[in-house]
């Protein structure tokens, strides 16, 4: 099999040659084209025809988040956003872009040598089989229903790669009746706040990245922070959410695995599981978990995922009981929290 052909755009001369170097150490990645800005890098998107473009957030002449919005009608590529810590990334993902990755405070060998060979290269090699042009904002529709459920209801969801957008699709039809929301998304510490905050400033919902002790309250989504995971709880009786812990399962912190297996555990046949779009199987056998103990499960369908790779994984061991595309999650949440 050919390497993943890899067009790497950036301003900096300097850091553009680590990229280069540090992306074209891996056997099965190749950068064909470099570019310092958008225009260079539509002429090389044209000649070189890449699999994946790489792409400074903050550029001359055209920034990396309006370069994308003018790209992706004409030319869908995937694209990994290389971004410092700003909410601006996310403007980037909303555009079409397919993930992003934290560029380095600090240049030190080690740390820009991870940064290279293992976080930028495993997200262009997971955006090279994204199906890019996917995962649009789309009118679900008004959920008009309402429900009255009992206190030990929840939900739990867990996505990784296209994520950002798909938990948005299903937040944003989440009215104040819905009974608390515990989410994981694979994303880097700092982050996730802002992601939280972004959320809570676009959905009626509350919306805030989760701190132990934090309780599981109708009408409010916790968010696990970047560099803990996120374990349902239950203190006198009311859910509570405990953050801790640094070590990676399934190769992530925080894990879906660990917070579907904490629901499985604490609020079992009271719970409803969702796996959205993401690489790997971390949380198929969580799900699975939740289902054995009596929740009902929901994974995304394949025509609406960037990747379909969790919910894959999750449908294939049964855990999922009702598949389906990314604009009806929403609602099949509310119609199982109503029975």
């Not at 240049?107 to 955006?127: D, G, H, R, S």
């Not at 700092?190 to 992601?195: E, L, R, S, V």
């Not at 046949?269 to 198929?284: C, F, Y």
């Not at 054995?292 to 294939?316: F, H, L, R, W």
């Amino acid at each position: 099999m050919r390497p993943i052909r890899v067009l790497v755009v950036d301003d900096s001369v300097m850091f553009r040659n680590m990229l280069v170097k540090g992306l074209n150490s891996d056997p099965n990645i190749e950068v064909v084209a470099q570019a310092e800005d958008a225009y260079e890098a539509r002429d090389a998107i044209i000649k070189y025809k890449p699999d994946v473009m790489t792409l400074d957030v903050e550029m001359p002449k055209m920034s990396g988040i309006e370069f994308v919005r003018r790209l992706m009608p004409q030319y869908p590529l995937p694209v990994v956003m290389i971004s410092s810590l700003s909410d601006k990334v996310f403007d980037a993902l909303e555009a079409g872009a397919v993930d992003f990755v934290n560029k380095p405070d600090s240049l030190n060998k080690e740390q820009l040598n991870i940064f290279l060979t293992q976080e930028l290269a495993a997200k262009v090699k997971i955006a090279s089989t994204a199906k890019v042009g996917r995962l649009k904002r789309v009118d679900a529709g008004t959920i008009s229903e309402h429900i009255t459920v009992g206190k030990d209801r929840l939900v739990a969801i867990g996505a990784s790669t296209g994520g950002t957008e798909a938990i948005y699709e299903v937040v944003r039809n989440f009215k104040r009746d819905i009974p608390g929301v515990v989410i994981v998304q694979h994303m880097p510490p700092g982050f996730t706040k802002m992601y939280a905050d972004r959320l809570n400033n676009q959905c009626e919902v509350a919306v805030k990245e989760a701190q132990t002790g934090d309780k599981v309250l109708p009408g409010q989504v916790l968010i696990a922070p970047g560099d803990r995971h996120m374990r349902l709880v239950k203190v006198g009786g009311i859910y509570q959410v405990e953050c801790s812990g640094t070590e990676r399962v399934n190769g992530h912190c925080p894990s879906v695995e660990v917070l579907f297996n904490s629901v499985a555990k604490v609020a079992g046949k009271n719970a409803v599981g969702v796996i959205l779009t993401g690489m790997g199987g971390d949380g198929a056998k969580g799900l699975l978990e939740m289902r054995n103990a009596g929740a009902q499960t929901i994974g995304q369908d394949e025509a609406s995922c960037v990747v379909y790779g969790m919910p894959k994984v999750a449908y294939d061991i049964g855990a999922v009981q009702h598949r389906m595309p990314l604009s009806a999650i929403a609602g099949k949440v509310y119609s199982l929290l109503s029975k």
